[in-house]
């Protein structure tokens, strides 16, 4: 049984260039959270996902966006990217949204460099 | 808004001596609480949960944390670490929106 895939696992980028990070839900699982992990911080909240709308919102700018497939996987796309979005990216996924975090299973992430 | 606070940034510690790494969350409503685990270059594993019912929780690897109301903790502990614990952990809970918030992370490094 598969858990969460994300891909890529490691990506570079130029300030100013747009990015787009991949998110395949672990089997049985419908709702897609994103977190932005800085390094040496905890995991912040981006937003959710649950029948393909944008359930939530973290404190990020709209610079921040995402998207729900009809199979549940998730894109979250980053534009104008700045040197502070240089992170490890998390997508976790659930069997339902509101469940306080009862039920994540968390992707590997992708490492996202911003020069 | 439910907060939560882990209160060492870092925690150094001989193999197979006991650990404790401490958290404390703000909330004045029911809570679950979780702790989590991240080795190098990977994401989060999840040690154990705290829902309701018995409040010495009992996790993988040999973790336990014990839900503590009137101090408003969830500390976690391991009577006799490994060099393979070396990991960051990580205290989180649910936020008013219902969305995991975790805390700042302890690094815990084991050493021979």
């Known amino acids: 049984d598969a858990g969460v895939t994300q891909s890529p696992t490691h990506l570079i980028k130029t300030r100013g260039q747009q990015v787009t990070l991949r998110c395949s839900p672990k089997?049985?699982?419908?709702?897609v959270s994103w977190y932005q992990q800085a390094l040496g911080q905890g995991p912040q909240f981006i937003f959710q996902y649950y029948e393909e709308e944008e359930r939530q919102r973290g404190n990020f700018p709209d610079r921040f966006s995402g998207h729900q497939f009809p199979n549940y996987s998730s894109e979250l796309n980053v534009n104008a990217l700045l040197l502070g979005d240089s992170a490890l990216y998390l997508c976790?996924?659930?069997?339902?949204?509101?469940?306080?975090?009862?039920?994540?299973?968390f992707g590997s992430g992708t490492r996202l460099t911003v020069v | 808004a439910q907060s939560v606070t882990q209160l060492d940034s870092q925690v150094p510690v001989f193999e197979e001596a006991p650990v404790e790494l401490r958290c404390n969350y703000s909330s004045s409503v029911s809570v679950y609480l979780f702790w989590y685990v991240q080795y190098p270059n990977q994401g989060l594993q999840l040690l154990l949960k705290y829902l309701s019912g018995s409040t010495l929780v009992k996790g993988i690897n040999g973790f336990e944390a014990e839900f503590n109301k009137s101090q408003t903790s969830f500390h976690l502990r391991k009577p006799s670490v490994h060099i393979s614990d070396t990991a960051e952990y990580f205290c989180a809970a649910p936020n008013a929106g219902n969305m995991l918030t975790f805390g700042g992370g302890t690094r815990l490094m084991v050493k021979p």
């Open positions: 976790a996924s659930s069997s339902l949204p509101g469940t306080g975090g009862s039920g994540y299973t």
């Open positions: 089997s049985g699982h419908d709702t």
